[in-house]
T-cell receptor, first 112, second 116 residues
Framework: AQSVTQLDSHVSVSEGTPVLLRCNYS??????LFWYVQHPNKGLQLLLK??????LVKGINGFEAEFKKSETSFHLTKPSAHMSDAAEYFCVVIGTGNQFYFGTGTSLTVIP | EPEVTQTPSHQVTQMGQEVILRCVPISNHLYFYWYRQILGQKVEFLVS????????KSEIFDDQFSVERPDGSNFTLKIRSTKLEDSAMYFC??????????????FGSGTRLTVV
């Protein structure tokens, strides 16, 4: 069975400092992994996806994530946080039948 | 950029009433999905739909729920007799392929359903 665990329910960073949002996955085969962002009262926007190509995946708005099989991790990073990055972030794995399995989400707060 | 459109953005309904949530998927997509997110909880899969029939459904998707593609553009989720616990954000999604790697999976902005 496929699942993801987001290790932090809430992360707070100062503007201009690095962002790290942690995600561990569980999958019986090579997974497809995604990060989505949800701004207040908005839909789910795809940040980036890993589908067994390059292990370092670059996404929109300066975000990137690295797939580490040995650690079963797919952490999301950004070198310098911006106020507009404040949102809810979801790590997602595709399961059987192409269902998306969402993590519980990490709320990112950016302090000016 | 093509979008998945959901209407209405917010719907309030009385318990026991039927409600229909509407979605217009991206025009060349063939695979359609509904998810829901109860406030404070994770996004959960409800159902997938392809070739005018349900492909997969979760335990949440019981007999109170149904989906339909009534014409060439709309994809609807019907809840026959709403319960308080149906209050949630409902997301529609569509994709052009059944799976990775070239996965054009796009979510709509959601319909917030409030059952009172």
């Amino acid at each position: 069975a496929q699942s993801v665990t987001q290790l932090d329910s809430h992360v707070s960073v100062s503007e201009g400092t690095p962002v790290l949002l942690r995600c561990n996955y569980s999958s019986s085969y090579s997974p497809s992994l995604f990060w989505y962002v949800q701004h207040p009262n908005k839909g789910l926007q795809l940040l980036l996806k890993y589908t067994s190509a390059a292990t370092l995946v670059k996404g929109i708005n300066g975000f990137e994530a690295e797939f580490k099989k040995s650690e079963t991790s797919f952490h999301l990073t950004k070198p310098s946080a911006h106020m507009s990055d404040a949102a809810e972030y979801f790590c997602v794995v595709i399961g059987t039948g192409n269902q998306f399995y969402f993590g519980t989400g990490t709320s990112l707060t950016v302090i000016p | 950029e093509p979008e998945v459109t959901q209407t209405p953005s917010h719907q309030v309904t009385q318990m026991g009433q039927e409600v229909i949530l509407r979605c217009v998927p991206i025009s060349n997509h063939l695979y359609f999905y509904w998810y829901r997110q109860i406030l404070g909880q994770k996004v959960e899969f409800l159902v997938s739909f392809y070739n005018n029939e349900i492909s997969e459904k979760s335990e949440i998707f019981d007999d109170q729920f149904s989906v339909e593609r009534p014409d060439g553009s709309n994809f609807t989720l019907k809840i026959r007799s709403t319960k308080l616990e149906d209050s949630a954000m409902y997301f529609c999604a569509s994709s052009d392929t059944p799976g990775p790697p070239n996965y054009g999976y796009t979510f709509g902005s959601g319909t917030r359903l409030t059952v009172v």
